[in-house]
């Protein structure tokens, strides 16, 4: 079946640790990558995105996530986290699919940041 | 702010009622998209609009329905309502309805209990 697939359901880390959240996908041909993220009692924030080229991306609040096709992976990555990092990330993938866009998330990864 | 506005922000309701949550999308967009939250599930696709016409069905339970007004607003209707349907719905929105490069984003979401 096509998935979405976040290993990590929650992680703990120190402050300044650095962070790897690995995200795989199942689906074939051309699609579009994104990571979102929800801050406690928030709504979804889009992190970064991928769609073409540069296979490594640079989002906000010093995330970056890197597009492997052949590993169908888009792990997210930032050399040192802070407490205010703490909240759930979530993969998605947009495929187009009979003339639309249908954006399917992973089950997400809650991370939680230690002082 | 997204600028996907969602109305309302918490809602609390009987079982076997119905409620209405609205969605105005970002200026400019044309596709609309709900979704359901829930510990249980996870992140939901429920359906796509896009400039009035229905164009993707997701997990949308049939008590579930929606439509796209001519001014591009949305509503989700929700009826009979059960305890499961305690969840957090998000609009989200995007410019167009397909081709890569689209990027989606989310409302606020409405919190609704069912008690």
């Known amino acids: 079946a096509q998935s979405v697939s976040q290993h990590n359901h929650h992680v703990i880390l120190s402050e300044a640790a650095s962070l790897e959240l690995g995200c795989n996908y199942s689906y074939g041909g051309t699609v579009n990558l994104f990571w979102y993220v929800q801050y406690p009692g928030q709504h979804l924030q889009l992190l970064l995105k991928?769609?073409?080229?540069?296979?490594l991306v640079k989002g906000i609040k010093g995330f970056e996530a890197e597009f492997i096709k052949s590993k169908f992976s888009f792990n997210l990555r930032k050399p040192s986290v802070q407490w205010s990092d703490t909240a759930e990330y979530f993969c998605?993938?947009?495929?187009?699919?009979?003339?639309?866009?249908?954006?399917?998330f992973g089950a997400g990864t809650r991370l939680a940041v230690h002082p | 702010d997204s600028g996907v506005t969602q109305t309302p922000k918490h809602l609390i309701t009987a079982t076997g009622q119905r409620v209405t949550l609205r969605c105005s999308p970002r200026s400019g967009d044309l596709s609309v998209y709900w979704y359901q939250q829930s510990l249980d599930q996870g992140l939901q696709f429920l359906i796509q609009?896009?400039?009035?016409?229905?164009?993707a069905k997701g997990n949308i339970l049939e008590r579930f329905s929606a439509q796209q007004f001519p001014d591009l607003h949305s509503e989700l209707n929700l009826s009979s309502l059960e305890l499961g349907d305690s969840a957090l719905y998000f609009c989200?929105?995007?410019?167009?309805?397909?081709?890569?490069?689209?990027?989606?984003?989310f409302g606020e979401g409405s919190w609704l209990t069912v008690v």
């Open positions: 991928y769609f073409s080229g540069d296979p």
């Open positions: 998605a993938v947009n495929r187009e699919s009979g003339g639309y866009n249908k954006l399917i």
């Open positions: 609009y896009y400039n009035g016409e229905e164009r």
């Open positions: 989200a929105s995007s410019r167009s309805g397909t081709g890569s490069g689209n990027t989606i984003y």
